[in-house]
């Protein structure tokens, strides 16, 4: 079934309310400020769209943190109702609560126009999905827009639970369907040679992905701490790498399906006894003991890269090593470059790897940078997400 977008609805009068993902990073000091707004800049062509068909309200929603369904003024979306009133040049006003404590009759004045609901997850029916509370917010809005695809993987009751009351009413935002469109792409017709790099701390966080890309990719580089318990797996030593026996069962299993030798495992590592070391080049495969991998040495580094130059289809997700310390960022950003300067369709799927695609000053070379860690990471593995699918059939 196809999803339904924003551009094919007709939105005159209409009071519409409309999810989005503004979980944005904020300093850790008041006041509160911003780090990052890409997340909320992603999210204005929808916004705007939904104005400029003449919409009569727009209620926005979104969660912000993990207050775990109590209110926390550390959590709280007042940044980011200023952010949006300073980008769209329009008053934003900024609820108390995202339901009761007066938002109906706050809709009901006409000079009302663009209303931000407080944290989501301040009430603790948001993550329970409970349908009572999805009810009370179906009620501020004629229509409904999902523009959230960091929060689609998730059966939370405004993106999930609130589609029972859209039937035929409910609308993708611009973002999301890019977001799906490009994620298709790689699981449904990827041009070969198709290459994914798979980073990042921990085996079991990624290995139904792995699985799946292990049937996709001509290809599966991986580096990162991700590395290590397939090298042990295969007989070398680790050290004091992050490498649980949990991981490396599973690698094991992992590399007994590998029969037609897809997997192509770091030869080099930079290695350092602490994490405040410079770090060294180790030009074994094996780590000495007391000594920890924290990037993926120079002749890895070659080796990944040869292989992404040829490939026509390439989709990242994790760094390379230690990527936050200086002394073991050189793998991860050498691994953006050389994705960079691939001119075929080049995707990195959400958390670290975007930071570390910005990181290298080249993410807008990327052909997609997907704004969901966990939702891209679940979309390849099932080719779906429970908030898309209640999009396009209701509940
Ligand atoms: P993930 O969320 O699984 O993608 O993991 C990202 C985190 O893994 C980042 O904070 C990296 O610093 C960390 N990481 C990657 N490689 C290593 C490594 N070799 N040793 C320690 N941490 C690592």
Request: aromatic residues 6%; neutral net charge; contains cysteine.
């Given at each position: 079934m196809l999803?339904?977008?924003?551009?094919?609805?007709?939105?005159?009068?209409k009071r519409?309310?409309?999810?989005?993902?503004?979980?944005?990073?904020?300093?850790?000091?008041?006041?509160?400020?911003?780090?990052?707004?890409?997340?909320?800049?992603?999210?204005?062509?929808?916004?705007?769209?939904?104005?400029?068909?003449?919409?009569s309200k727009?209620?926005?929603?979104?969660?912000?943190?993990?207050?775990?369904?109590?209110?926390?003024?550390?959590?709280?979306?007042?940044?980011?109702?200023?952010?949006?009133?300073?980008?769209?040049g329009?008053?934003?006003?900024?609820?108390?609560?995202?339901?009761?404590?007066g938002?109906?009759?706050?809709?009901?004045?006409p000079?009302?126009?663009?209303?931000?609901?407080?944290?989501?997850?301040?009430?603790?029916?948001?993550?329970?999905?409970?349908l009572?509370f999805?009810?009370?917010?179906?009620?501020?809005?004629?229509?409904?827009?999902?523009?959230?695809f960091g929060?689609?993987h998730?059966?939370?009751?405004?993106?999930?639970g609130?589609?029972?009351?859209?039937?035929n009413?409910a609308y993708?935002g611009?973002?999301?369907?890019?977001?799906?469109?490009?994620l298709?792409?790689?699981i449904?017709?990827?041009?070969?040679?198709?290459?994914?790099?798979?980073?990042?701390?921990?085996?079991?966080?990624?290995i139904?992905?792995?699985?799946?890309?292990?049937v996709?990719?001509?290809?599966?580089?991986?580096?990162?701490?991700m590395?290590?318990?397939?090298?042990?797996?295969?007989?070398?030593?680790?050290?004091?790498?992050?490498?649980?026996?949990e991981?490396?069962?599973?690698?094991?299993n992992?590399?007994?399906?590998?029969?037609?030798?897809?997997?192509?495992?770091p030869k080099?590592?930079?290695i350092?006894?602490?994490?405040?070391g410079?770090?060294?080049?180790?030009?074994?495969?094996?780590i000495?003991?007391d000594f920890?991998g924290?990037?993926?040495?120079?002749?890895?580094?070659?080796s990944?890269?040869?292989?992404?130059?040829?490939?026509?289809?390439?989709f990242?997700?994790?760094?390379?090593?230690?990527?936050?310390?200086?002394?073991?960022?050189?793998?991860?950003?050498?691994?953006?470059?050389?994705?960079?300067?691939?001119?075929?369709?080049?995707?990195?799927?959400?958390?670290?790897?975007?930071?570390?695609?910005?990181?290298?000053?080249?993410a807008?070379?990327?052909?997609?940078?997907?704004?969901g860690?966990?939702?891209?990471?679940?979309?390849?593995?099932?080719?779906?997400?429970?908030?898309v699918?209640?999009l396009?059939?209701?509940?």
């Amino acid at each position: 079934m196809l999803l339904k977008t924003i551009d094919q609805a007709d939105l005159k009068g209409k009071r519409v309310i409309a999810r989005f993902d503004f979980n944005v990073p904020l300093t850790k000091t008041e006041p509160r400020t911003i780090t990052d707004t890409s997340r909320i800049d992603l999210a204005l062509p929808t916004i705007r769209m939904i104005l400029e068909k003449g919409a009569s309200k727009l209620v926005l929603m979104s969660h912000l943190g993990r207050p775990d369904g109590q209110v926390n003024a550390k959590y709280s979306l007042a940044p980011v109702a200023e952010y949006l009133a300073e980008k769209l040049g329009i008053d934003v006003i900024l609820t108390e609560s995202a339901v009761d404590n007066g938002v109906k009759e706050l809709l009901t004045l006409p000079e009302t126009k663009v209303v931000l609901l407080e944290n989501l997850r301040y009430n603790p029916g948001e993550e329970k999905n409970d349908l009572e509370f999805a009810e009370k917010l179906s009620q501020y809005g004629d229509i409904y827009v999902n523009d959230a695809f960091g929060a689609a993987h998730r059966k939370h009751a405004s993106v999930y639970g609130i589609n029972t009351f859209f039937k035929n009413r409910a609308y993708a935002g611009l973002l999301l369907k890019k977001e799906i469109e490009s994620l298709s792409t790689l699981i449904e017709k990827p041009t070969k040679p198709f290459v994914a790099i798979i980073g990042g701390a921990k085996v079991s966080d990624k290995i139904k992905t792995i699985e799946k890309l292990m049937v996709l990719v001509d290809t599966l580089l991986i580096g990162g701490a991700m590395a290590y318990p397939f090298l042990k797996a295969k007989g070398a030593t680790v050290g004091n790498s992050l490498c649980s026996d949990e991981d490396v069962a599973l690698a094991k299993n992992i590399l007994s399906q590998d029969r037609a030798g897809k997997i192509i495992l770091p030869k080099d590592h930079i290695i350092s006894a602490t994490l405040e070391g410079k770090g060294e080049v180790c030009h074994s495969l094996s780590i000495p003991a007391d000594f920890m991998g924290l990037d993926i040495g120079p002749e890895t580094v070659k080796s990944f890269a040869d292989h992404i130059k040829v490939a026509r289809t390439v989709f990242w997700n994790g760094p390379m090593g230690l990527f936050e310390s200086e002394s073991f960022a050189k793998g991860t950003m050498s691994i953006a470059h050389v994705i960079a300067a691939n001119t075929g369709f080049t995707v990195v799927g959400g958390g670290d790897s975007v930071s570390a695609a910005h990181q290298s000053g080249e993410a807008d070379k990327f052909t997609h940078v997907s704004t969901g860690g966990g939702a891209s990471l679940e979309y390849i593995e099932k080719g779906e997400l429970p908030g898309v699918l209640a999009l396009k059939t209701g509940l």
